[in-house]
């Protein structure tokens, strides 16, 4: 497959925006249902993106559908601002329109029309301008459709208070249905579409629909705006600029058309802005100023300028590859943001402070802290160990004893997070100090929740980190419950780790201090569930030197 870039651009671009009426007429008239919900994305202090999805009737269909697009202060009240648009046949007749002229800092609502059709009603908050006295975000990431049902989403949804959704990424994953978390999606009768690994555009929309069609995701979207970046299942896993860990060439065909592949369908199916002519489509770095309170900086750290993963060569490290991956970890010149990007970031952050803000907040796809593998042999007591490496599969039992060792030679519990990357790191970490911030730093891709205290390599604390555990995907606690307080207990830098749960956190800043409130569900299997909250940490502002303080 071949994707021109100036035409797929075309494409891209024309369903952003409002059309004129001439153009508008010129569209095909079809029954449609809006069965994949509406969603609003990247706002900003005059509007936001709206977007929504006409599925015509008539499978057959093939001409553009005519939408328009109504914003009201009350979802059944009269529009305050409205427009047309074209729900594209080229773009999956999925539609995107920005709305502005809007109120800071206000919620609205939202809605399409097709003729007689009406879409469900969403909702968004505008950003506010000046003073504000506090900012309340849901943080979330890794949902594998087959791996659970969205009740986070569902928790998130019934929110009283909700000014934004920060996507951390793996909104999809490219599994096919005997892929990662295959047992539990055959267990709930959530098996992905299409019924293979995914790897064309045609197949990256179909994946993209299915959990559209999600009612939970549907109300997540609904409850407020996402502010969105991919990690890496939105193409293939552990990918980096050049290629993924599950990318074979040989029978998959070439990685660029893949990757363009991916990139298309996300912007179509996503609520957020399209890419900028001239830039990479890769390049969905971006920021939002939430008053005179905090900026959020959100960053690409995958397909951008991402260097390879040091990997082992087989299934597990062997002794002999211990110290050619270390001196490779070592390499000064491996990226993970890229030298344009970190500039950018220490531009946006040094602005931030400058004007006052109290709070710079990095949206990043991976985890940042230093963190060693556990020894759970030592940590757990040798007979404990034996018993609970007894329980698991003999695959299971070759890795974790593998790891083991590796992580007592030190390396790394994960290559492919930041501590893949250490020089990358610290010139973020200068980055950083320079711009005269310790930002809170926001992390996904785990499957796990953290709290984590960040220190440069002259031990100088420069950043906390709060990481998302997943909303539906499964991670080394459905192995081995309770190894999270392992990794914590083996680490300085981190103060809390859950391997266990799924949920979401809830982040709450004001002037003074930021609380993160980590989230749970109680199951992902069945309904109803019950909601807790696990833990909650504060950091202080304008108290660089503070570590992040556990609250009851």
Same mark, same amino acid.
């Given at each position: 497959?071949?994707? &021109?870039?100036? *035409? =797929?651009? $075309?494409? /891209?671009?024309?369903?952003? #925006?409002? @059309?004129?009426?001439?153009?508008?007429?010129?569209?095909?008239?079809?029954?449609?249902?809006?069965?994949?919900?509406?969603?609003?994305?990247?706002?900003?202090?005059?509007?936001?993106?709206?977007?929504?999805?006409?599925?015509?009737?008539?499978?057959?269909?093939?001409?553009?559908?005519?939408?328009?697009?109504?914003?009201?202060?009350?979802?059944?009240?009269?529009?305050?601002?409205?427009?047309?648009?074209?729900?594209?046949?080229?773009?999956?007749?999925?539609?995107?329109?920005?709305?502005?002229?809007?109120?800071?800092?206000?919620?609205?609502?939202?809605?399409?029309?097709?003729?007689?059709?009406?879409?469900?009603?969403?909702?968004?908050?505008?950003?506010?301008?000046?003073?504000?006295?506090?900012?309340?975000?849901?943080?979330?990431?890794?949902?594998?459709?087959?791996?659970?049902?969205? &009740?986070?989403? *569902? =928790?998130? $949804?019934? /929110?009283?208070?909700?000014? #934004?959704? @920060?996507?951390?990424?793996?909104?999809?994953?490219?599994?096919?249905?005997?892929?990662?978390?295959?047992?539990?999606?055959?267990?709930?009768?959530?098996?992905?579409?299409?019924?293979?690994?995914?790897?064309?555009?045609?197949?990256?929309?179909?994946?993209?629909?299915?959990?559209?069609?999600?009612?939970?995701?549907?109300?997540?979207?609904?409850?407020?705006?996402?502010?969105?970046?991919?990690?890496?299942?939105?193409?293939?896993?552990?990918?980096?600029?050049?290629?993924?860990?599950?990318?074979?060439?040989?029978?998959?065909?070439?990685?660029?058309?893949?990757?363009?592949?991916?990139?298309?369908?996300?912007?179509?199916?996503?609520?957020?802005?399209?890419?900028?002519?001239?830039?990479?489509?890769?390049?969905?770095?971006?920021?939002?100023?939430?008053?005179?309170?905090?900026?959020?900086?959100?960053?690409?750290?995958?397909?951008?300028?991402?260097?390879?993963?040091? #990997?082992?060569?087989?299934?597990?490290?062997?002794?002999?590859?211990?110290?050619?991956?270390?001196?490779?970890?070592?390499?000064?010149?491996?990226?993970?943001?890229?030298?344009?990007?970190?500039?950018?970031?220490?531009?946006?952050?040094?602005?931030?402070?400058?004007?006052?803000?109290?709070?710079?907040?990095?949206?990043?796809?991976?985890?940042?802290?230093?963190?060693?593998?556990?020894?759970?042999?030592?940590?757990?007591?040798?007979?404990?160990?034996?018993?609970?490496?007894?329980?698991?599969?003999?695959?299971?039992?070759?890795?974790?004893?593998?790891?083991?060792?590796?992580?007592?030679?030190?390396?790394?519990?994960?290559?492919?997070?930041?501590?893949?990357?250490?020089?990358?790191?610290?010139?973020?970490?200068?980055?950083?100090?320079?711009?005269?911030?310790?930002?809170?730093?926001?992390?996904?891709?785990?499957?796990?929740?953290?709290?984590?205290?960040?220190?440069?390599?002259?031990?100088?604390?420069?950043?906390?980190?709060?990481?998302?555990?997943?909303?539906?995907?499964?991670?080394?606690?459905?192995?081995?419950?309770?190894?999270?307080?392992?990794?914590?207990?083996?680490?300085?830098?981190?103060?809390?780790?859950?391997?266990?749960?799924?949920?979401?956190?809830?982040?709450?800043?004001?002037?003074?201090?930021?609380?993160?409130?980590?989230?749970?569900?109680?199951?992902?299997?069945?309904?109803?569930?019950?909601?807790?909250?696990?833990?909650?940490?504060?950091?202080?502002?304008?108290?660089?030197?503070?570590?992040?303080?556990?609250?009851?």
């Amino acid at each position: 497959m071949t994707i &021109n870039r100036r *035409d =797929a651009l $075309a494409l /891209l671009g024309t369903g952003a #925006a409002s @059309l004129p009426m001439s153009a508008v007429k010129a569209a095909a008239v079809a029954d449609v249902r809006f069965v994949h919900g509406v969603a609003s994305g990247d706002p900003g202090a005059d509007g936001a993106i709206l977007w929504t999805r006409a599925t015509p009737s008539d499978p057959a269909h093939t001409g553009d559908i005519a939408l328009e697009w109504h914003v009201a202060d009350t979802a059944d009240g009269p529009s305050i601002r409205s427009g047309r648009i074209k729900a594209r046949a080229a773009r999956d007749f999925t539609a995107k329109v920005e709305a502005t002229g809007l109120q800071s800092g206000r919620d609205y609502h939202y809605w399409f029309t097709a003729g007689t059709s009406r879409s469900p009603a969403g909702r968004f908050r505008t950003l506010p301008k000046g003073r504000t006295a506090d900012v309340v975000i849901a943080a979330v990431s890794c949902q594998l459709y087959g791996g659970g049902l969205f &009740n986070a989403y *569902d =928790a998130i $949804a019934r /929110l009283d208070r909700l000014d #934004a959704v @920060l996507h951390l990424g793996d909104y999809i994953y490219e599994y096919g249905p005997e892929g990662f978390g295959a047992d539990v999606a055959k267990k709930i009768g959530r098996i992905v579409e299409p019924a293979h690994e995914i790897l064309s555009l045609a197949d990256y929309r179909t994946r993209h629909a299915q959990v559209k069609r999600d009612a939970d995701m549907q109300a997540a979207h609904a409850r407020a705006a996402f502010i969105c970046v991919w990690d890496d299942h939105e193409v293939a896993n552990d990918d980096w600029m050049g290629g993924a860990e599950n990318h074979d060439p040989a029978t998959e065909g070439d990685w660029k058309a893949r990757k363009a592949a991916s990139m298309q369908a996300y912007f179509e199916w996503m609520p957020i802005r399209d890419p900028k002519p001239g830039q990479p489509w890769e390049a969905i770095n971006r920021s939002f100023d939430f008053g005179d309170l905090a900026t959020i900086v959100m960053v690409e750290t995958r397909l951008l300028a991402r260097s390879k993963q040091v #990997a082992s060569k087989g299934a597990t490290i062997a002794p002999a590859e211990y110290a050619p991956m270390m001196a490779e970890r070592a390499q000064s010149d491996r990226e993970l943001l890229g030298p344009a990007q970190l500039g950018w970031v220490e531009r946006t952050m040094a602005g931030s402070v400058a004007t006052g803000k109290p709070w710079q907040v990095l949206g990043n796809q991976v985890v940042m802290a230093k963190v060693a593998g556990p020894d759970l042999e030592r940590q757990m007591g040798p007979e404990r160990f034996a018993a609970t490496m007894a329980k698991l599969p003999e695959m299971w039992r070759d890795r974790l004893a593998a790891g083991i060792a590796s992580y007592r030679a030190g390396l790394p519990f994960n290559f492919d997070s930041w501590d893949g990357y250490p020089p990358a790191r610290e010139r973020l970490y200068a980055a950083f100090r320079r711009a005269k911030s310790r930002p809170i730093v926001l992390s996904g891709d785990s499957h796990a929740a953290w709290a984590n205290d960040l220190h440069d390599d002259s031990g100088r604390l420069v950043a906390v980190e709060f990481g998302a555990t997943a909303i539906t995907s499964p991670s080394y606690g459905s192995l081995l419950p309770g190894i999270g307080a392992h990794i914590a207990d083996a680490n300085d830098e981190v103060r809390f780790c859950d391997q266990d749960r799924k949920g979401f956190i809830l982040l709450t800043l004001t002037p003074t201090e930021a609380i993160a409130d980590f989230r749970t569900v109680s199951t992902v299997l069945t309904k109803p569930f019950e909601q807790a909250s696990v833990k909650r940490f504060r950091a202080i502002a304008g108290k660089p030197e503070r570590p992040l303080e556990e609250i009851a």
